[in-house]
């Protein structure tokens, strides 16, 4: 790991751990075992650190939602595979997740404007799918939009209690929320 | 508003807006107008002040859950009004959602473990309605732990979307993501 990916794994297990505000560019220090001069040839701002964080989680997850669609003109099978990149992205980056969720408000414009348009970014992307599939009479759904903040929030929450020893793997856990984001949009026809 | 529920009021807009670690009791003094002293004749701590906010909200959730399952026989009844009433909860209790869901590791023992065991309770009064409605032959559930949380997760995400100003009100939101749980659970049959 390079000094600069290491500076921003500590600060990321400390935003996670503490928060943004209760952690300071010392505590990030501490953590490397760096005093102030080395940290910043690194990073200019813990702002930087957690805009960095930020964006480059929403990224991840646009590439993964944009792979997922891409591979299939089936509806289902888009969805399906939306929903498990989703779960997986949280089962597997429990800190990123508590960050994302936690610290927007402590994130300064331009970077959380930013961050807010790719999270309506990838929101759409999943909404799209949906709109698609009830245009093509295999949803049936009353209201795009609240099934799709339903299946992002439900996915959300996995990072919340998943724990990478316990008795569901990650595949596990995505498979089942996959089947349960499709059966709340198919209907019951 | 009592001063005792006053000071309550205060500390939970303040650890729900800048955290539980960044508030001290001195800003929740200066948003009341209050000097340390009168401060600390209503309330031992900020720590008495977060366990007392996060047992409520619980004991809250409890009973209305209660409420929910006991008024009926019918699962689906059980499991519209439970989901229901924790959409209107987050809708309603947007302050208690974010400290709830945020500042868990912020409370020390005893109440850490009350809180804990209480969340369990909550969940556990969930599956046990999948679990009659599966036996039932009511509901077609794989696992009804991983719907249960599915369930709950969608719903507290309300807390961090919905706005009372919104295009949909309280009680629209609440119907849609009962239907959605519903469907959820009762297989495509």
Known sequence: MTDALAV???ALTLFADRGYRA?????IGAALGMRGPSLYRHVRSK?????EIMIETMHTLIAD???????????????????EAHVRFHARNREHAFVGNREIDS?????RQLVLDLRRNYERGLRAVIERGR???????????????AILDMGIGVA?????DGPRSVEQVAYTYADQAVRMV???G
């Open 160 to 164: 919340a209690w998943f724990r990478s």
């Open 8 to 10: 921003r794994a500590a």
């Open 107 to 111: 994130l300064e414009n331009p970077a």
């Open 186 to 188: 198919a209907g019951r």
């Open 65 to 83: 939602q944009k792979a997922a669609v891409e591979a299939s003109d089936d509806v289902v099978v888009q969805l399906r595979r939306l929903v």
């Open 47 to 51: 702002q930087e650190l957690l805009s």
């Open 23 to 27: 952690t300071t560019m010392a505590d």
């Open 135 to 149: 245009d093509a009479d295999r949803f049936d759904v009353a209201d795009p939009r609240l099934a799709s903040y």
